[in-house]
């Protein structure tokens, strides 16, 4: 064999090799690009990120979340937000979007109920464990999320009217545009007190005082694929996920109840 057939064999074989570590670049670099986008109620914000995680390093493929009120997030999604899956602290908000035909109905499920209690700071000098502990006159400011558009706030306000202290409190309330929001108000001292969800309770950080879930409406939280995914299967995987042998335990770990079957 002469240098010229050598020269073209060596050549031709350096062009396979490229060709071939080329495409396995492209197809690794398109399955690094697979993503879907949640919209997910604030009360989320820590559970999420840990399921969030799991499903990414089960799947590959990438997760982006965008926590806020359940109402404003409902709003963002009809006004054409891109995103793939919405998960709210509110059946309602979802029913709503699936009337207006912008969610897969077959998708729309229940995977959670929220559980709300009164905080305050770890070292707070305050004894506050009641509803009634609000009145005290040392309790300047007392914080819930609004109930206008977000349903920790909705249920704080129903808890309230139960117990025949909102009136009484009127003058002391600060309202969080979330149930995040709700507990920064906490944490710089803004508010002396303030009704926020278990799941974002940090044992290290405030106190916290469950209440009977006898005193408002269940907070049914429900989930599903908005219609204009491009990313269909993996924004269902995702939800399956949540309630799957992984997702379920690290939910309940921030103190959602699961339900069973639905």
Request: hydrophobic share 40%; glycine share 6%.
């Amino acid at each position: 064999m002469n240098n010229s057939c050598s020269y073209l064999i060596i050549a031709f074989t350096l062009l396979c090799v490229l060709l071939i570590n080329g495409c396995s670049t492209n197809e690794s670099s398109v399955n690094n690009e697979v993503e879907i986008k949640v919209a997910a109620a604030s009360d989320l914000a820590l559970a999420f990120k840990e399921v969030g995680e799991l499903f990414e390093q089960e799947t590959g493929a990438n997760v982006t979340f965008s926590f806020g009120s359940t109402g404003q997030l409902a709003d963002q999604i009809e006004n054409g937000a891109p995103f793939d899956v919405f998960a709210s602290a509110n059946v309602t908000f979802v029913d709503q979007l699936r009337e207006k035909n912008l969610i897969i109905p077959e998708t729309q499920t229940t995977y959670a109920f929220g559980r709300i209690g009164i905080s305050t700071l770890s070292d707070s000098p305050l004894s506050i464990e009641t509803l009634e502990d609000l009145l005290k006159p040392e309790v300047k400011k007392v914080a819930i999320a609004n109930p206008d558009h977000a349903p920790y706030g909705l249920v704080a306000k129903q808890t309230l009217e139960n117990a025949g202290l909102w009136d009484q409190l009127q003058s002391k309330l600060v309202y969080g545009r979330n149930i995040s929001d709700t507990l920064v108000f906490i944490e710089t001292g803004n508010a002396e007190a303030g009704i926020i969800a278990l799941s974002l309770y940090q044992e290290d950080e405030v106190n916290f005082h469950i209440i009977d879930d006898e005193m408002h409406a269940p907070l049914e939280q429900s989930i599903a694929v908005i219609n204009r995914t491009n990313e269909e299967e993996l924004a269902k995987e995702f939800i399956s996920f949540i309630k799957g042998p992984t997702g379920k335990p690290i939910m309940e770990s921030y103190g959602f109840i699961i339900p069973e079957g639905k």
